[in-house]
């Protein structure tokens, strides 16, 4: 690097540590609406830490996550773009890559690095890696034999400090489910997996499925993987406020919790007393509250923005069995689960505290998507966005200081892991397709009881009205046919003008 290149940077990094914040995002895995006590008066589990971020910021009752499923949610979080706009299916396992944010696309963390920040993260990465053999050629696959492909002597050209990330630590997809048991740290796999995952010595619950029979690394606990994300994010922390005590961060920390297969660290176990998924409710709050404090220890409370949200709604199996067995509805109040266009696939909790800026104990009704933290962090840091950036993204800045008098969005765009698609304007809600857009709620008999009788079972699409009808239980497609055309219609320009945010310039 040049230099002048040098003082540059570091010009922009002294300027921007005296007046940006620092951003702290948090991302819950399957974390439903009606999981955490601010969000719902009647939760079995106590959240404290998540309530007292709620008295302390902003409160969103209308955020809903990009996509009902994990892959193009983090995508979407990561660009500002809907992933559907890929034309990607489903969700990586394992070796599964290669990575969705193709190289040169303007990255959140890239943006803000741009900006004089430094970017981290750790936990959970799962938009896509490509690994390769011993040959050097990629392998790019799902499933077990894809990783036993896999040569660790070779870096990865694709991973998270590609894209935007100083430092990383974490894992290629789902933590506790898929195919690779083992760390990443930058574009590395230090520890490689040396056996298949022994499920004799782990726990069995109604929650403990769903860990599929991969390799596993020596130093990979599948009971304490929060707590091993959690030291590296803490360790961050400490090492930023020492050495670089002028510099804003972002740091993105992405938990496992609370994603099937739920074991909790052995410091929460039985802890809840609304079992093993209880329980790592009650990690995930622990970890927020154990971030809070450090940022507070630190002295860089009043200084940094901290983001609480969920990646989709909660887990199918999740839900069912902690209704029955605690009278817990993570779901609560909203139709459908994780995968389904209902609400209750994408409606997702959204907290956001900023001392100075944002008003203590507030909250906002404004329809706004987890796309929007690009344009939003964007207009924080004095950013100018470029047209092939953040194409579906909203500032959200006047919301968040309270000067917001209109919607900051006229639409808000939903997508399943089928691209399915669905479109939000108001009260009114058109989903472009029959049933639920994900789980089949006729072959699945834990979901048979729970399908409504369709009022227009021909109907091709389904349109609700969700200030009368909040509970999706009235198809009124066919009561007001303008509105439906009107919203299919434009849903249908805004998939083919590959955007839905304005033109910047």
Known sequence: M????VLLALCAAFSAGAQQPNIVLVLADDLGYGDVGCYNEASRIPTPNVDRLARAGLRFTDAHSPATVCTPTRYSILTGRMAFRLDYRGVFTGAGGPCLIEDGRLTLPEMLRRQGYATAMFGKWHVGLTFSDADGAPICANGLEAVLRIDYSRPIPDSPIHRGFDRFFGTACCPGTDWLYAFLDGDRVPVPPTRRVDKSGLPHHPWSFDCRPGMIAPDFDLEELDM?????????????AKEHP?????LFHSLQAVHLPSFPGA?????????????FL??????VGALLDKLEQLGLADDTLVIVTSDNGPEVETVLAMREQFEHDGARPWRGFKRDDWEGGHRVPLLARWPGTIAAGTTTDQTVCLTDLMATCAAIVGAELPDDAAEDSFDLLPVLRGEAEAPVREFTLHQTMRLALAIRSGRWKYLDHRGSGGNDYERNARLRPLALPERLPDAPGQLYDLEQDPGETTNVRDRHPEIAARLA?????LKAAGRSAPLRR
């Not at 091993?228 to 930023?240: G, I, M, P, R, T």
């Not at 410091?267 to 329980?279: I, L, M, Q, W």
């Not at 219609?489 to 320009?493: D, G, S, T």
């Open 489 to 493: 219609a434009r849903l249908a320009e």
């Open 282 to 287: 009650l990690e995930f709050d622990h970890v």
């Open 246 to 250: 002028e510099q804003p961060f972002f």
């Open 2 to 5: 040049r230099p002048f290149t």
């Open 228 to 240: 091993v994300f959690l030291a590296h994010s803490l360790q961050f922390l400490d090492e930023h």
């Open 267 to 279: 410091a929460f176990r039985g802890k809840s007393e609304a079992g093993p998924h209880g329980d």
